[in-house]
């Protein structure tokens, strides 16, 4: 017992001490100096560094989306999250969408800012003055009871559900605002985006560090150009490298802040299809549209993760009644099950829970078949559209407290 004794002393001895890492706890005045602010931002980005880009512009990597579907998928992803999280936080896509369902997309969405407006709807923006502007909230829901068909072909893009599971992982859930800036609309205030963005400024330093951290990871921000978007039109205004400050939430809309984005915020003029992503704690906003002619029109997606909260409230099982006819088409026309993936798991609700355990108990599993593995299966036994109503409603009555 003695010699083993020793023998573990020996080894303890021998062992280096633990390595401790300095942690600050919350944010406090000494996160938001503007002068560490100017230093992490006033870098460049290297292309050498992102070998699945084709470009850097303006600070901000550009993808050929045309190119990138030869790509290795994981490698082109942990590329895609190195970039959102440590590198510029902006990637652009280069005809991420085809202009012909760009094209049907716009006519839907004209629709229904015209009905809105023949019933007198304004809908305000956040960021901008009430009635300058055009604007479709949950226009993900609309568009899908609107053109069920156009919606599920717009969001079978697989070069959306490459970043989107990048950063989101397999089941995120896609909401959508349509956007149209008219001649003369103004800039935005540049700000952080949902969640800690849109807290009250004095409640944002009683969040602890790490949900200052957590945050970007919960939601992906983009936009697809929906016309071309020369820098007169007011494409968003993008300081690439901004997400990385930790005290960016609480220090964002402070005057110094807020004229050093103006002093260095860059734009990027979009062509039709086009789609720019970014991590919602790089400091953006919509430029000013300056042109005489141009209606800026763009879909801005916020794709949230399942665990976190979405910002609007969609009638999921709605959309997926509407869109399921236009899934069995595409299937039948012998579209890859990839393409139908990503239109099911942009529309259905993805995640299990919050549910009721004494009705809708998981069964062999940790957690019950989401609605999303409701209608994958619905689709893999091609059942019809009255059957898949019946699958739903009793997945929903289970699901009821």
């Known amino acids: 017992m003695a010699l083993i004794a020793a023998t573990i002393t020996a080894r303890l001895a021998g062992m280096a001490a633990p390595v401790r890492t300095t942690y600050t706890p919350w944010i406090d005045e000494s996160a938001c100096r503007l002068d560490d602010f100017r230093a992490q931002v006033l870098c460049q980005t290297d292309r050498a560094d992102y070998p699945y880009a084709d470009d850097v512009r303006n600070n901000a990597l550009v993808y050929s989306a045309a190119a990138i579907t030869a790509a290795d998928r994981h490698e082109l992803q942990s590329e895609l999250i190195r970039a959102l999280s440590d590198g510029p936080g902006v990637v652009v896509f280069s005809d991420a969408f085809s202009p012909e369902i760009v094209d049907r997309a716009n006519e839907s969405f004209f629709s229904i800012i015209a009905a809105q407006r023949e019933a007198g709807t304004t809908a305000g923006d956040h960021f901008g003055k009430p009635g ?57 205030v540049p700000h952080r985006d949902y969640h800690l963005g849109f807290v009250p400024g004095a409640h944002l330093a009683q969040y602890p560090a790490h949900l200052h951290r957590a945050s970007p990871v919960l939601t992906l921000q983009g936009a697809v150009a929906h016309c071309d ?41 979009l062509h039709k299809g086009d789609a720019v992503f970014f991590n919602p704690a790089l400091y953006h906003g919509a430029g000013t549209n300056v042109s005489a002619d141009i209606r800026r029109i763009a879909n801005l997606l916020q794709v949230s993760s399942p665990f976190g909260r979405a910002m609007e409230a969609l009638d999921r099982t709605a959309m997926v009644r509407a869109i399921y006819p236009a899934l069995l088409a595409m299937k039948a026309a012998g579209r890859p099950h990839r393409d139908l993936y990503n239109a099911v798991v942009a529309t259905a609700e993805g995640y299990a829970f919050p549910t009721n355990l004494d009705s809708d108990q998981p069964i062999g599993t940790l957690a019950p078949p989401s609605q999303v593995d409701a209608v994958l299966a619905a689709l893999a036994d091609d059942l019809s559209a009255d059957e898949l109503d019946v699958v739903l409603a009793a997945q929903e009555e289970r699901r009821m407290p």
């Open 132 to 188: 300058a502007n055009d604007r479709i909230w949950n226009a993900a829901q609309k568009l899908a009871l609107h053109s069920p068909d156009v919606f599920a072909e717009y969001y079978a893009n697989d070069t959306l559900a490459i970043v989107c599971q990048a950063w989101l992982g397999p089941r995120y859930q896609v909401t959508s605002q349509v956007n149209v800036v008219n001649p003369g609309g103004t800039q935005q």
């Open 229 to 269: 978007m020369p820098v007169d039109s007011g494409p968003t205004m993008l300081l690439p490298h901004s997400q990385r400050f930790a005290g960016g939430y609480i220090a964002f809309n402070r005057p110094e802040f807020v004229e050093f984005f103006a002093e260095h915020h860059v734009q990027l003029p």
